[in-house]
T-cell receptor, first 112, second 113 residues
Framework: GENVEQHPSTLSVQEGDSAVIKCTYSDSASNYFPWYKQELGKGPQLIIDIRSNVGEKKDQRIAVTLNKTAKHFSLHITETQPEDSAVYFCAASMKGYQKVTFGTGTKLQVIP | GAGVSQSPSNKVTEKGKDVELRCDPISGHTALYWYRQSLGQGLEFLIYFQGNSAPDKSGLPSDRFSAERTGGSVSTLTIQRTQQEDSAVYLC???????????FGQGTRLTVV
């Protein structure tokens, strides 16, 4: 089955700096890569996703990149703000009716 | 409802008792997942239902854990003879299955005393 590894497990940045979270996956058949943000006391929520037919996707201060050859994908948050503080999970799944496999999470702390 | 609903939101039970946790997925979603999240930890996969296919139970930690999904909709996660190490937040998620995006409920915080 699919295995997703995520690094780092914790990340502290100063407000206004950028944050990068990296993930690797094992199954070359995976073609959908979502990122989730979990705030304290809440369930994870999708913030951005990327499919295997593109290499990069941006949404305001958030961007994801995908390297299919290396089976790497990353989340980039620019101009970080205190409200970005949360746990972030990457995930991978295959097209169709396949389960989503999550990474182990990154706790991001943005220091004002 | 508009989102995934889980009940109860909090459950305190005595060691050795059985508990049932409920998940109401988004209407029409064919895929349903249960995860366990211990304090400050990641998402531990428990079980996955997809339509009428046999569920993927590979994540259930012991035979004390079971889950069912009736009518392709509501799911119940049952933990028998609860132990203190079962204390965690149990998260349910559903997806349409076609694109992989999963929507999570708020979770049930289980405390075994």
């Amino acid at each position: 089955g699919e295995n997703v590894e995520q690094h780092p497990s914790t990340l502290s940045v100063q407000e206004g700096d950028s944050a990068v979270i990296k993930c690797t996956y094992s199954d070359s058949a995976s073609n959908y890569f979502p990122w989730y943000k979990q705030e304290l006391g809440k369930g994870p929520q999708l913030i951005i996703d990327i499919r295997s037919n593109v290499g990069e996707k941006k949404d305001q201060r958030i961007a994801v990149t995908l390297n299919k050859t290396a089976k790497h994908f990353s989340l980039h948050i620019t101009e970080t703000q205190p409200e970005d503080s949360a746990v972030y999970f990457c995930a991978a799944s295959m097209k169709g009716y396949q389960k989503v496999t999550f990474g182990t999470g990154t706790k991001l702390q943005v220091i004002p | 409802g508009a989102g995934v609903s889980q009940s109860p939101s909090n459950k305190v039970t005595e060691k050795g008792k059985d508990v049932e946790l409920r998940c109401d997925p988004i209407s029409g979603h064919t895929a349903l997942y249960w995860y366990r999240q211990s304090l400050g930890q990641g998402l531990e996969f428990l079980i996955y239902f997809q339509g009428n296919s046999a569920p993927d139970k590979s994540g259930l930690p012991s035979d004390r854990f079971s889950a069912e999904r009736t009518g392709g909709s509501v799911s119940t996660l049952t933990i028998q003879r609860t132990q203190q190490e079962d204390s965690a937040v149990y998260l349910c998620a559903s997806s349409s299955g076609q694109v992989g995006e999963a929507f999570f409920g708020q979770g049930t915080r289980l405390t075994v005393v």
